[in-house]
């Protein structure tokens, strides 16, 4: 058995889709684990809004672009098959960058890493793909996006954009769970009617169509007391002027606009964070990485009762993995896009 990777074979170009003829597909021999390592083979890849940058050939605001016949990063959720470091032993579940490929080789010490990714699963949930998902990153950021951030309390009116992402369908389910009326916002009539059945919100709001404006004031008249965005632009500056007293903004993503060459005007509704004594506030999920283990014990708590709803879409083999990227940006599926390399 070889190792299958996909190794970037050009840089993208503006507005390009992200699709298999970008890469390469090259098979190595399996490498072997150092002292201190050991080697994982991918069960399943997650999917993030960032690794488009790494795929663009310059330097983003926070991302550095890969080289021309680098493997493509990406996390991963996989077991254990061969170790030399003695915390982590054959048939454990690990979630790593693990890129795009069949195997990868983990150092076990982060102590030198700026920012630390590797997390040991501790109580494995099949399928694995969940542990990058429902129960894994994504809900991590959800997870602490929501409660730390937000700070709800019962009967909070609650709005979350993009809610038929991976990130958004989430931060819904959990502002249901504690109490909260929920308002998602999508973009078709299947994604508000998958977020109103599957999901749970009380009310959607499809922006395609619907006044975004005037919606909010319909379903929020008193104000949002949490505005959750994943999507930045226009919706934020809509949702700051409809920001309740006291209410709380938070930044999670910027979608459509990220990508830009020419960064977009700032909110013009700013005022409001001082008339209405209101927060914006930002966060980096991994900075939370040392209360992950206490997260997904939570997580997995309101998953096994039933009070979170998986809503992983799959896809299917390695060569999958670009289209599965793109359809965060084409907004074609709803849920948290996984790859499935088993």
Known sequence: ???????????????????????EITEEEIPTPGDGQFL??????GTSPAQR????????RFHPPLDIGEIMRGRGVGRIISSRHPDFKEGDVVACSTGWQ???????????SLVKTLQKIHHPQEPLYLHLGTLGASAFAAYFGFLDIGRPVAGDRVVVSACAGGVGS????????????????????????????????????NYRTDNLDEKLAEFCPDGIDIYFDNVGGDFLDT????????????????????????????????YNL???????EGFFVWDYFEQFEAAEAELMTWYKNGDLTPTEKVYHGLEAAPEALQSLFAGIASGIKVIDVS
């Open 40 to 45: 994982v083979k991918t069960e399943a890849l």
């Open 1 to 23: 058995m070889l190792n299958k990777q996909l190794r970037l074979a050009r840089h993208i170009r503006e507005h390009e889709a992200v699709s298999l003829d970008l890469f």
């Open 274 to 280: 001082i008339y209405r004594r209101a927060r914006m």
């Open 239 to 270: 949702a700051l002027k409809n920001i309740a007293l006291r209410g709380r903004a938070v930044i999670c993503g910027l979608i459509s606009t990220e990508y830009e060459n020419t960064p977009p005007p700032g909110p013009q509704h700013y």
């Open 170 to 205: 989430l931060v819904a389910q959990i502002a249901r769970i504690k109490g909260c009326r929920v308002v998602g916002i999508a973009g078709s009539p299947e994604k508000c009617a998958w977020i109103k059945d599957v999901v749970g919100v009380d009310e959607v709001i």
């Open 53 to 60: 940058a790494y795929l663009m050939g310059s330097d983003s």
């Open 102 to 112: 069949y195997y990868s080789i983990q150092d076990g010490d982060q102590s030198r």
